[in-house]
């Protein structure tokens, strides 16, 4: 089965991508209003002393990349782990997604070192490398401005993900071996890493606010401190939350291009599979499983779950096999033996073709 679609030309730059974190894991779940304890957390942190550094928080990611998804949780998946309690229970559980985005807006780093010993960094058993603890916290309010969910406290991998700012440098200074975040610079957690949601299962339909604080307890010295919250008004029972094919809202396209956004997909069709085998889905010619024009990207997820997102996806795929035409593999065929693909211009608003195709057993590279 084959589908094109064309869309209207813009201009627009594609941004280099570095999330810090191990590849999304195809399991995800929930959380059940528990509160998670960072633990005790020691002070004085090796950064640069001035305290001209600026922690802040952009939402527009958060925005775009904003789903809500039912997603399956084994007893012993890692958002289960103790160390993580990312979810309330196991079992089928109703999420909601979104990324991230911190910002140091200050004129210094903010510079913490490798993990080593230090005892304000934990290991994660999902992300498998080292968070600093309380680096941002999450929470869901109601309509009166009460607490509906108590935000855990998220642990992250502080790095560079992309300049932010003009005056940022060119270059990355930090990874997850040596932590921190340059001047001018965003630390980008994307919507579909492991335990990157709250877990709403027991949250009525209705309207909220999720608000997201950075450095929230202020371990982190920092010039100003009032520039740490974020929020977004958000509908939990809005199908548009449960569908990545509604139009995305007029927003700078650094938002858009990426492949966690769950707006201006096209859904390209079902398609068979051979259940409990290796499958692959894609529209790359160069990989030999169909092709593609333009710059393409692919989701895949069983089809007979009621929403496709990033974070319930069996797979998705930008760029591979040395071309700008995807291919998602490495996941096993579902039990419904059908897959639901969806196909969306990586550069937002520019034309692209994807004729997709599946196939069975392991494709490399
Ligand atoms: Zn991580």
Redesign the pocket.
Known sequence: MTMTFLRNSIVITALAYA????PPTTTSAPHDAAVQDAGPIADSMPIKPDGSADFSIDMGRSQIDLSIGTEMFAVDSCELDPSEQCVGAAGERSVLRFSVETINLGDADISLGPPGDNPNYEF?Q????F?FRGYASYRLLGESGTEVLVGRKQ???LVDSEPYTDEAATERTYS?QNQGLSAGWADV?AAD?PCQFLDITDIADGEYTLEVAVNPDGLLGEHDPTNNLGSIAIRIGDPHLETPTEACPSVAPRYLDRIQRECDWDFVGNFDCIPGTQTGAGCSQSCGVGSCEGNAMIRVCDAASVNCTSGNALGSNDNRCGSACPLASGFLCPESGQLAVYAAASEHGHPYECNVAIRAGPISP
Do not use: E, P
């Open positions: 999330a810090c974190s191990g994660s999902c992300h498998g490398h968070h642990a992250f991998c997850c957690y890493l």
